[in-house]
């Protein structure tokens, strides 16, 4: 080789070589699996699990989030923001966290024409389902609250609410967890984190792929364990989606041999009594798949396959027992595709999209 050419192309080859190694480096440092758990909301527990290539833990971060979530959207907490607005006839936010939960409660009140609606705090009250949990509904009680019901009576912007009636009393219980699951998500997606499930009282959000490079695989609970001991009633893959499953097999009560469902019917202030066992509802965010799984509850089956029928962006697996005492399931088309087990047939009915 030419001296002159040497002296110029040998240095030029180093450096291309040093960058090649240290590119390859960077780009083959293994990558950890985080793991993060607690409780909260009471007693409910979290799980998140994530893939780091710089092994930093979150730990301390989620539960400050989920401390300030609690301070502004918890009933239990006596100071909350939504205690506050509960206890007077307006609020001005003190939190960022107080306007997206409206503004998507008064989406899906709108999408299920009242079957949810988080003004129905009074009643869910009377039937013990609240902080209180003592059972204090008659018919006349009832017939009394349902004036004090109605999610379009609630006015409010981004930085304040409003009630037009007062003594309404708002409860975000059934989208509580959904909405903690996005905020923990958002959070992991702002620090630069890109595979990720999250948690929170059987509520999920999954984004990415696992440690094996698959999609999250997530179960559906089993909504008839009396009759089967399996406790998966289905399990699906889950890639930059959300689902919420909403059911009355775990909380009610029973007075007199009758037993009385958590989930209460907006329109007529009482449980709802049908054959829908659970809905578990699809949704790019965890929140709206909260509500819409508890406005399923309210509507039973047929109303909720119209709503899928209507709307391709959601999806959903809904379980009730037959008219023949079988348990069966509706699986939409949308996610029919990432079910990979079902433990009770599917319906020959099953809703398309």
């Known amino acids: ?5 040497r002296k110029r192309v040998l240095p030029l080859l180093f450096v291309i070589a040093l960058f090649i190694v240290v590119f390859v480096r960077r780009n083959s440092s293994p990558t950890q699996v985080m793991m993060l758990q607690g409780t909260t909301m009471g007693p409910i527990p979290y799980h998140v699990k994530y893939i780091s290539s710089d092994g930093v833990s979150y730990q301390n971060q989620v539960d400050s989030l989920l401390r300030a979530f609690n ?3 918890s009933t239990y907490v006596s100071d909350s923001e939504i205690s506050r607005f509960n206890k007077a006839d307006s609020l001005a ?3 960022p966290l107080m306007f997206p939960v409206l503004e998507t409660s008064k989406l899906v009140y709108e999408m299920t024409n009242g079957a949810f609606d988080p003004t129905v705090g009074p009643l869910v009250n009377a039937w013990g389902f609240g902080p209180k949990k003592q059972p204090s509904a008659d018919t006349a009680k009832v017939d009394s609250l349902l004036n004090f019901v109605g999610f379009d009576m609630i006015r409010f912007t981004p930085t304040y609410a409003v009630k037009e009636v007062s003594g309404m009393y708002l409860d975000f219980s059934a989208v509580a967890k959904g909405y903690a699951v996005d905020l923990v998500g958002n959070f992991l997606a702002s620090r630069s984190v890109s595979d990720y499930m999250v948690e929170i009282g059987g509520e999920v959000t999954c984004h990415g792929k696992n440690e094996n490079g698959e999609a999250w695989l997530i179960g559906v609970d089993n909504p008839k364990l009396d ?4 406790n998966i ?3 699906v893959s889950l890639d930059n989606r959300a689902m919420a499953t909403s059911g009355n097999y775990r909380n009610f009560y029973e007075v007199d041999g009758k037993k009385y469902a958590h989930t209460i019917d907006p329109v007529s202030g009482r449980p709802v009594q049908h054959s829908l066992l659970s809905a578990s509802v699809f949704a ?3 929140m709206t798949a909260d509500a819409l799984a508890t406005a399923c509850m309210v509507m039973g089956v047929e109303k909720a396959v119209t709503l899928f029928e209507a709307h391709k962006e959601l999806d959903a697996i809904l379980i009730y027992s037959g ?3 079988d348990i069966h399931t509706i699986v939409t088309s949308g996610i029919k595709a990432n079910v990979h087990y079902l433990l009770f047939p599917e319906a020959s009915n099953s809703a398309s999209q």
Request: glycine share 4%.
């Open 284 to 286: 790019r965010d965890c």
């Open 233 to 235: 009633a289905a399990t």
């Open 71 to 73: 301070q502004s959207l």
């Open 227 to 230: 009759i089967t001991n399996e």
């Open 1 to 5: 080789m030419d001296p002159f050419v």
């Open 323 to 325: 008219a023949d005492g």
């Open 93 to 95: 936010f003190d939190s």
